[in-house]
Each structure stands twice: as structure tokens, then as C-alpha cells.
């Protein structure tokens, strides 16, 4: 579940994707036309609509030599939606690495080290 929400979060970011995330959800649109509109590169368009259907973000549709792009509202808040539940999820022992910064985090609460103050926890305790 968090390797899947870094690889939305990653296809989601930089400005190029989010243009054409913007765009592929208000349409479906061919290579040719994201050119013409983003003013960049068959390469450099193709990289950045492979990178979001990687993620599960953008689908593609062959008809004859044209790959048509297109995002549905629908899945995409679908992948936000479970980042979010990745994101508010507690920590869980299932995961070593997360079993590891749980124990740590209930061991810095419980007693904390010189260098990181107590500082006062709403409700008045540390915890």
C-alpha cells in the first residue's frame, strides 16, 4: 500500500504531468495533440503519460496508429483516496521498517532523550 501510494504521488508530481493531468481528464487526447498544446516533444510527452500509466492514472486506447490518453475522474480520485487511506492509516507491526519507527516513536514518548525536549502534548501529558 505505501509503495503504491509513492508511485501515485511520484506520477502526480511535476508540472508537466500536472498538465496533463489536467487535460487528460477533461479529454481524451492523442500524443500529436498533447504535443500542440504543451508545445514539447513526442519523447518527452510519451515518457510523462508512461510514467502516469504506470501508476494507474491514465489509460490508453490504440485506434488504428493513434494512442488515445485519456484519465478518468473516477479512478483518479480513487488513487487519491487511497493515498489518503495509506497516509491516515496507523502504524502497523506488519511492516519491519514501520515496526521499527513505531517502537522508536513509542520509546521517544514514554522517554525522551536529552537532545528532544518533552515538549508539553495537548491534554496536558507527553503522551
Known amino acids: 500500500m505505501v509503495q503504491e501510494s509513492l508511485r501515485i504521488l511520484r506520477a502526480l508530481s511535476g508540472e508537466t504531468r500536472a498538465k496533463l493531468v489536467r487535460l487528460l481528464c477533461e479529454r481524451e487526447l492523442c ?26 492514472i491514465a489509460t490508453a486506447r490504440r ?5 488515445f490518453y ?15 487511506d495509506c497516509l491516515n492509516a496507523p502504524l502497523s507491526d ?11 516513536l513509542d520509546q521517544l514518548l514514554s522517554d525522551p ?8 502534548r495537548p491534554g496536558g501529558d507527553r503522551n
Open 94 to 104: 506488519e511492516d519491519p521498517a514501520m515496526r521499527r519507527e513505531k517502537h522508536r
Open 63 to 67: 485506434q488504428g496508429n493513434w494512442i
Open 70 to 84: 485519456h484519465i478518468d475522474r473516477r479512478d483518479l480520485a480513487d488513487a487519491l483516496n487511497r493515498v489518503g
Open 113 to 120: 532523550p536529552d537532545h528532544c525536549p518533552g515538549f508539553p
Open 31 to 56: 500524443v500529436c495533440e498533447l504535443e500542440y498544446i504543451l508545445e514539447l516533444s513526442q519523447p518527452a510527452i510519451s515518457q510523462q503519460v508512461r510514467i502516469l500509466r504506470e501508476a494507474g
